[in-house]
C-alpha cells in the first residue's frame, strides 16, 4: 500500500486541503486503514472528479480507491458483472463493449471509479429509464466503521443511506452490477437546434422517450429573445442493421477503446486558451451554437464519443482561471418551469462566462437520503470560482431554488449553506440518525461533511 501527505481537491480546484492518502491493494489493507484512522477520520477518493471538497478530509486520512480495481467475468445468463470500487468506468466500457454490453448507467465522463459513481449518486442521460447508476447496483461489499466488511442489498436503509451518501456510510469496496446488451457499439444520434428555452423545453418533451439518452447544451450568455437558445442531442443504440451485416460485431470490437482516442465533435469548437472571460465565452457560444446543425437525424457515433464528449478536453477545468471552478447542479420539478427560466435569465443578465451549461431530464426519485435526483429537470453549470460576487449571486440562486421545492446537488457542491442543504434535503434528519447509529465516532468524515453539517 502506498502512503503519502498530498494537497487534494475536487475537479473544480477550489479549496485545496491537505490530507494523508492511503492507497490499499487488497481488501484487507483498506479495512487496516479505517481500523488505524487517527481523530479527523477518513474519507474515500476515487477519481477526484467531483468538483467540490467531497472527497477531501483537511488534517485526516483520504482512502483512494483507485488501487482495488479488478474486474470479474460477465454473468451472461444473468447480464451481471462484479468488479472492484477503483474501476473506472472508462475502463470497463473499454472491457464490456466488445463483449456486447454496457455498464448499467453511463454518466458524461468515463474518468470516474464505481465506488464514486455510488456514492455520489451519478446519473447518466437516459435518468427517466435507468434511475441513477446506485439503481442498477444489486449488491455492494461496504467496509464499515468497525473495519469489518457487510454486503449490502437494496431496499435496505444502509443500501439506501449509501448510495449517494459521500463516503459517509463506509468504504464501497466492490460492486455487482446489472448491465445493458447492445447489438453495436454505434448511437444513433439526433441533434436539434432550439431558438430560445421554451423551444428547448417543447423539443426535449416531444416525442417523449422515443430515444432514452438526451441532454442539452445550453447558451447561457445569449440575451434577449435568443435567452436560453441551445442545442439538444439525444440518441438510442443503433441496431445491427445500420450498417452491413457483420458490422456490429466488428464495432464492437473495434470501437470499444473510444474514451481514450481523440474525438470529432461536429459543432464542438476547441475552446478558447486563457482565463475564460464574459466576451471569450460568448463568442465560443456563438460558435458552437452556429456550429450545430438546425436538425439531423441518424448520425451515427462511437458510444464513447456520444456519452463522454467532455473527455475530448481533459484540462477543461484549467480554463477557469487560479481560483478554479464552481460547478452549480440543481433540480426543479415539472412545473416549475418559471424558475428555470428565471434563473438562465439571471445568469445572462450577470453577463456570466458560463460556457458549459447542461440541461437533463430526470425520471423517478432515488431512494438514497441524499440523492439528488427527482422527477423535473436538471441544470449543471460550471462558473470561475473568481467571479465577483459569485457566492452571494449563488445563494439568491439557491434560494429560488429551495422556494421551487428543488435542490442542489450535494456531490458537486464547494459553497453552500449548511442550513440551505438541510432546508433541501429533509432526509437529513434520518441520515444523520443511521450514521450515529452505524459510526458513533464519526469515523467517515470529509470536508463537504464538516462544511454542510452532514
Ligand atoms: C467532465 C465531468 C463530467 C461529469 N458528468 C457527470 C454526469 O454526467 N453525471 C453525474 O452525476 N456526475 C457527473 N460528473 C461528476 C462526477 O463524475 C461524479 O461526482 C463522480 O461520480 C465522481 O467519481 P469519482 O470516482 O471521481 O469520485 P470522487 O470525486 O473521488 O468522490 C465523489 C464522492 O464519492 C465518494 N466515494 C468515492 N469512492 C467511494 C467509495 N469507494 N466508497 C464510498 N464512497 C466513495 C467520495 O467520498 C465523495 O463523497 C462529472 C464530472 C466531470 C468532471
Known amino acids: 500500500m502506498s502512503v503519502d501527505t498530498v494537497s487534494l481537491t475536487g475537479w473544480g480546484r477550489t479549496a485545496p486541503t491537505t490530507a ?56 451472461a445468463a444473468a447480464g451481471l458483472v462484479r468488479c472492484d470500487a477503483g474501476v473506472s468506468l472508462e475502463r470497463l466500457l473499454r472491457v464490456l463493449l466488445p463483449l456486447g454490453w454496457l455498464p448499467p448507467v453511463v454518466p458524461g465522463t468515463g474518468r470516474v471509479t464505481v465506488g464514486g459513481a455510488i456514492g455520489s449518486g451519478l446519473t447518466g442521460l437516459d435518468h427517466r429509464r435507468s434511475g441513477s447508476f446506485a439503481r442498477q447496483v444489486s449488491a455492494l461489499e461496504l467496509l464499515t466503521a468497525d473495519g469489518e466488511v457487510r454486503t449490502v442489498l437494496p431496499g435496505t436503509a444502509l443500501f439506501d443511506a449509501t448510495a449517494g451518501g459521500l463516503g459517509l456510510t463506509g468504504v464501497i469496496l466492490g460492486a455487482t452490477l446489472r448491465l445493458r446488451r447492445v447489438a453495436t457499439a454505434l448511437m444513433s444520434v439526433s441533434t436539434e437546434r432550439a431558438g430560445d428555452l421554451d423551444d428547448l423545453l417543447a423539443r426535449f418533451t416531444a416525442g417523449g422517450d422515443r430515444l432514452p439518452y438526451g441532454s442539452a447544451w445550453i447558451d447561457l450568455t445569449a440575451r434577449g429573445r435568443a435567452t436560453g437558445r441551445g442545442i439538444l442531442t439525444r440518441g438510442d443504440h443503433a441496431p445491427p ?82 481560483g478554479g471552478l464552481v460547478r452549480y447542479r440543481f433540480t426543479v420539478g415539472y412545473g416549475q418551469e418559471e424558475t428555470l427560466h428565471r434563473v438562465v435569465r439571471r445568469i445572462a443578465a450577470r453577463r456570466s462566462p458560463a460556457v458549459r451549461a447542461v440541461l437533463q431530464r430526470f425520471g423517478a426519485a432515488d431512494p438514497g437520503a441524499l440523492s439528488f435526483a427527482a422527477p423535473g429537470w436538471s441544470l449543471a453549470l460550471d462558473l470561475p470560482a473568481a467571479l465577483p460576487g459569485l457566492s452571494r449571486f449563488l445563494d439568491g440562486v439557491d434560494e429560488e431554488v429551495a422556494t421551487a421545492g428543488g435542490r442542489v446537488c450535494l456531490a458537486k457542491d464547494s459553497r453552500m449553506r449548511p442550513e440551505t442543504a438541510a432546508a433541501m434535503y429533509p432526509g437529513l434528519v434520518d441520515f444523520r440518525e443511521l450514521r450515529a447509529r452505524l459510526d458513533p465516532t464519526e469515523a467517515f468524515r470529509s470536508d463537504l461533511s464538516r462544511r454542510l453539517g452532514l
Open 20 to 75: 494523508v492518502r492511503f492507497r490499499p491493494r487488497t481488501h484487507e489493507e483498506a479495512a487496516a486503514v479505517v481500523r488505524g484512522r487517527g481523530p479527523r477520520g477518513v474519507i474515500a477518493r476515487g477519481l477526484g472528479r467531483s468538483p467540490g471538497d467531497a472527497a477531501q478530509n483537511a488534517g485526516g486520512s483520504v482512502l483512494d480507491t483507485t488501487g482495488l480495481a479488478r474486474i470479474g467475468g460477465v454473468d
Open 241 to 322: 442493421n445500420v450498417r452491413p451485416a457483420h458490422a456490429g460485431r466488428t464495432l464492437l470490437r473495434s470501437r470499444s477503446g473510444g474514451p481514450r482516442g481523440r474525438f470529432s465533435l461536429p459543432g464542438f469548437p476547441p475552446l478558447p486558451g486563457g482565463l475564460l472571460g464574459p466576451a471569450s465565452a460568448a463568442l465560443y457560444n456563438e460558435v458552437r451554437y452556429r456550429g450545430a446543425p438546425r436538425a439531423r437525424t441518424g448520425e451515427l457515433r462511437p458510444v464513447p464519443a456520444f456519452f463522454h464528449a467532455p473527455d475530448a478536453f481533459p484540462d477543461a477545468n484549467l480554463l477557469y482561471g487560479r
